[in-house]
């Protein structure tokens, strides 16, 4: 496995050349014009992307564009229905992780974490630090770092438990950071499991998620369909956005219709980089 702190020095390097392409996009800039925008020189930046993804940045790039959203909505046409159908679990999930989602009863949401020991830390990604939390019953919580948000995040953790005790402990979170991003070829993942509070459309919209295969984006109207609610589009989009473990349940596959990438709590130039790394890992596990 790459060095995780490494791929999250990256990351920033990936992100600030995503935001450049965002804008000047419509020209189409050459490489040595984006490795300049990141301070970088074309070599430095070829192996930076190398490093980060493991293939070229122009290769890297046109999993970014809104054609590639086009065709990622043209596939999904019934890729939720075949996903129950053949009882699709974890091999839709990132490099097989097997994930499993709890959701809270009613008196336990009442209860506001009361009595609950809440651990949380700060660990290196691919897409950039995060704010990793759990409880005993499994991981409650997960946000990447925007810049200078590190203590705000920490706030927004107790107002989403007031009534817990929250304990920085990098130790114990550590080895939930491993299940969920150590994946090393070959070998077996560990479970990894969720424990969510939502209500039920929420927590239908959630599971929905977690069946959007690796590599692969629906629609919003397609997440809509897919539980019973065909003009409940926007409020899936609402539920999308109040989702607290982003990546883990990969809000990030939803797209819109006309093939806009769409809006990301956790960075619009993050959800590109993390659809455009889940196309290069799928393409590599189809070439396995």
């Excluded at 019934?78 to 053949?86: E, G, K, R, S, V």
């Excluded at 409020?235 to 999308?240: F, I, K, L, S, Y």
Aim: include cysteine.
């Amino acid at each position: 496995m790459k060095d995780l702190k490494q791929l999250s020095k990256d990351y920033r390097r990936v992100e600030q050349a995503i935001e450049y392409l965002e804008v000047h996009f419509h020209r189409q800039p050459p490489l040595a014009e984006i490795a300049s925008a990141v301070a970088m020189s074309e070599y430095h930046f070829q192996r930076l992307f190398s490093r980060w993804v493991g293939i070229s940045p122009k290769r890297f790039l046109q999993f970014l564009t809104k054609e590639y959203a086009k065709k990622l909505i043209t596939e999904s046409e019934n890729i939720l229905d075949a996903a129950y159908d053949t009882g699709l679990s974890s091999p839709g999930r990132l490099h097989d992780l097997f994930v499993t989602c709890e959701a809270m009863t009613p008196g336990q949401v009442k209860t506001k974490g009361s009595g609950v020991r809440l651990v949380y830390g700060f660990h290196p990604s691919p897409f950039g630090d995060c704010l990793l939390a759990a409880t005993e019953r499994g991981i409650c919580a997960l946000r990447f770092v925007q810049t200078g948000d590190a203590d705000h995040m920490v706030d927004w953790l107790q107002r989403q438990w007031p009534k817990a005790t929250l304990q920085h402990e990098q130790d114990e979170t550590f080895l939930l950071h491993r299940r969920v991003f150590d994946f090393a070829p070959g070998r077996e993942p560990a479970p990894v499991h969720l424990y969510v509070r939502g209500t039920n459309f929420q927590i239908k919209v959630w599971e929905a998620l977690l069946k959007i295969p690796l590599g692969k984006a629906v629609a919003y109207e397609d997440i809509a369909r897919h539980i019973g609610m065909p003009r409940a589009a926007r409020a899936v989009g609402n539920a999308v956005g109040s989702n607290p473990i982003p990546f883990l349940i990969p809000c990030h596959r939803v797209i819109r219709k006309m093939g806009d990438f769409g809006n990301y709590g956790e960075g619009p130039a993050r959800k590109k980089a993390i659809l455009g790394w889940e196309a290069v890992a799928a393409m590599h596990r189809c070439a396995a």
